[in-house]
């Protein structure tokens, strides 16, 4: 599918060095697109056979068609699209209902019908596009493959850069709510000089960044791709902070280390000792000596394993066969997020009492009109890791300060225990009294809070 993008001038100033070199990028892109209309797809390699070349052969016509531009975005859907989706959503064909009371064979028939009636009849994505549009949106080719991201920069010009990265089934949206108490903390009762720039890209194969057709776009691709955006944004020095997907692409940032990362903010950290995750995933009862808050960590996670996780291990093993339903039946698709969004959530299995109906469903379109059902989960296949695990994330080889936030009802509750061992390089470690999994989106304030003084020190 395609979106209007209006090219307009636009000058951006970026403080960091090397600021000349960033200003010139934006100036000249402006400057060449100016009362131009274009239409963006989703960034393809000229042949589609490059996946299949040696990696050399592969990096070496990436580079022949370098293009370092970044250039203003604008969304908008066409109309027939979002018809299109309403036809799908009255044509829907019904499963019966469940046999159980609660949700314990997946997410009921009745709360799934009232949120797709509503999203067919009542809910409106231009506003969505109006909240989006709202916002400094650009795209940028790295790596082969176009990646959309905010861009909002504070008014305080010792503001500290800073990326933030959602996960699955998250998107951007989850952090729109947090950017003015991030870049302007004095309107939100912080203090001036704890503002930061703030970055939010959409990972390759989500929203509106390009779907990779070439192998190899996992957590390290993702992470070394992050850099290279900060970098041409102009930013000498920065911090990254990530949950879910997030976690794990920056905690590979961590491990690379590239110059000018300062410090990485987790609120979905992997700290669980490899030893115990044998026997998590061998379903064993929690070791004696487990603290308590070990013991409550290592329950939440066997649960999970073992009655939660099996949308993990289709997306991990059959990213195309799931990619069918999601691509091609909006219930299919709400359903499927909807549950998690419930689970996850610091609302007792209702999101609706931390997020509204039109947040969920914001999150939702945007993976139906984007078609990212597929390739987001393909990004599950190239990671093929146990994200929990400080053994297979290789925590320890992380050198660089790392601040974690344990909100209550996160799928486990890192103990400080395990996160000190996982991370040696650990500078703050906090424990909230509200949030879930989706923590910027469901506490935006509090999150932000976290965020300034999880930071603090190494501005």
Do not use: C
């Not at 100016?34 to 990436?62: N, Y």
């Not at 580079?63 to 036809?87: E, G, M, W």
Request: net charge neutral; glycine share 6%; no cysteine.
């Amino acid at each position: 599918m395609s979106y209007r993008v209006h090219h307009v001038a636009h000058h951006v100033a970026v403080r960091s060095k090397p600021a000349s070199r960033a200003l010139s990028l934006y100036a000249l892109t402006a400057a060449s697109a100016v009362a131009a209309v274009a239409f963006i797809g989703f960034a393809q390699p000229a042949h589609a056979a490059e996946a299949s070349r040696p990696a050399t052969a592969a990096a070496a016509a990436r580079a022949s068609q370098a293009d370092d531009s970044i250039r203003p975005f604008r969304v908008h859907v066409p109309q027939a699209q979002l018809d299109d989706l309403r036809k799908r959503i009255a044509a829907t064909r019904w499963p019966d209902k469940e046999t159980v009371a609660d949700d314990s064979q997946g997410v009921q028939l009745a709360r799934v019908q009232e949120l797709v009636r509503y999203w067919g009849t009542g809910y409106d994505w231009r506003k969505a596009e109006a909240q989006l549009n709202a916002l400094p949106q650009f795209v940028t080719k790295i790596d082969g493959v176009d990646i959309h991201f905010i861009h909002v920069k504070s008014k305080n010009p010792n503001a500290l850069p800073l990326i933030l990265t959602h996960g699955w089934p998250g998107s951007i949206f989850e952090f729109i709510h947090t950017i003015g108490p991030l870049t302007d903390p004095a309107a939100y009762g912080g203090r001036a000089e704890d503002a930061f720039d703030v970055v939010i890209p959409s990972i390759p194969g989500y929203g509106f960044s390009g779907r990779p057709t070439e192998l190899g776009w996992g957590p390290d691709r993702t992470a070394r791709a992050w850099d290279t955006l900060m970098k041409r944004l102009g930013y000498a020095q920065y911090v990254s902070q990530g949950g879910d997907h997030g976690s794990v692409i920056s905690d590979a940032l961590a491990r690379q280390a590239p110059a000018g990362l300062k410090a990485i903010h987790l609120n979905m950290p992997a700290t669980v000792p490899g030893a115990l995750m044998k026997s998590l995933l061998s379903g064993d009862a929690p070791p004696s000596e487990l603290s308590a808050s070990e013991r409550d960590a290592y329950e939440s996670l066997r649960v999970f394993f073992g009655r939660n996780a099996a949308y993990g291990a289709m997306m991990v093993t059959r990213p195309q066969t799931i990619g069918y339903s999601l691509t091609d039946s909006p219930s299919a698709l709400a359903a499927f997020t909807y549950e998690k969004i419930a689970a996850w959530s610091d609302s007792n299995g209702a999101p609706e009492r931390v997020l509204t109906r039109d947040a969920i469903l914001n999150d939702i379109t945007l993976y139906w009109l984007t078609n990212t059902g597929a390739s987001s989960s393909r990004f599950y296949w190239e990671n093929n890791n146990n994200n929990f695990s400080a053994d297979a994330q290789k925590t320890r080889d992380i050198k660089v300060p790392v601040a974690i936030t344990v909100f209550p009802h996160e799928i486990y509750r890192a103990p400080e225990t395990w996160s000190k061992q996982a991370y040696p390089s650990l500078m703050y470690y906090h424990q909230v009294g509200k949030g879930g999994h989706f923590a910027a989106w469901e506490q935006p304030q509090l999150f932000a809070e976290e965020l300034r003084a999880a930071f603090r020190s190494v501005r």
